[in-house]
Structures are given as structure tokens and as C-alpha cells.
């Protein structure tokens, strides 16, 4: 992201800024609520220890469906968008293998 951001803004002639400031913007953003209604069947079942949750936490989305989900509903949480993966390996609680495949998704796509 920060090589990304560099190339935009010498094309535009400003002043890139620097990775710290660049890691503490991501750190502050907040991630979206995911209304359980419009996953699909699989990953809501990975839900199921959240009781009638209306909306889910999207980093939550994330570790639940590498934890307690089925292939589809793990394969729907590594074609979630990078900033939740990340947030999500964050989390405490994780079973090791599930954490070591988000792992091999974040490798994989280049997130660290």
C-alpha cells in the first residue's frame, strides 16, 4: 500500500507520507457491521455461538469463519478484503491450524 501511495503522490507532485503515519490512519479506521442476512447460508452457520446477531463485525466475520466454518464459508473470509484479514490475525483465540491457514492467506496476498 505505501509503494502504491508513494507512485500516486509523486505523479501528483506532493509529499508522500510516511509508513508510520500510513500504519497509524489504517490502525484507526473502522470496519464495517455485516448484516447476517446477506451472507451466504454457509458462513452464517459459522456463526453460531453469537446467538441472533442482526450485524457482525467484520474482522469477527473473519476469524469465525476460519474457526468454525466449512470450506465454502472459509473460502467466502480469504476473499474478504485485506484490512479485515488483518485485523482478524489480530484476535485472540484462535485455533492454531485455522490461524495458520489465515496465515498462508495473508502471505499469499501479501499482507503482513
Do not use: M
Not at 510516511?18 to 490512519?25: C, E, I, P, V
Not at 457482525?56 to 476460519?66: D, E, K, W
Amino acid at each position: 500500500v505505501h509503494r502504491e501511495l508513494l507512485r500516486f503522490c509523486d505523479r501528483r507532485g506532493l509529499t508522500a507520507p510516511s509508513r508510520a503515519t500510513l500504519y497509524n490512519a489504517i490502525e484507526r479506521i473502522e470496519l464495517p457491521e455485516i448484516s447476517t442476512a446477506t451472507l451466504p447460508t454457509n458462513v452464517r452457520d459459522a456463526l453460531y455461538n453469537l446467538g441472533v446477531a442482526n450485524t457482525v463485525p467484520a474482522a469477527q466475520l473473519v476469524f469465525y469463519a476460519f474457526n468454525y466454518g466449512t470450506p465454502d464459508a472459509l473460502s467466502f473470509a480469504a476473499g474478504a478484503p485485506w484490512l479485515w484479514l488483518l485485523r482478524a490475525s489480530r484476535l485472540t483465540g484462535w485455533r492454531p491450524k485455522s490461524l495458520a491457514l489465515l496465515q498462508a492467506v495473508l502471505s499469499y496476498r501479501g499482507i503482513s
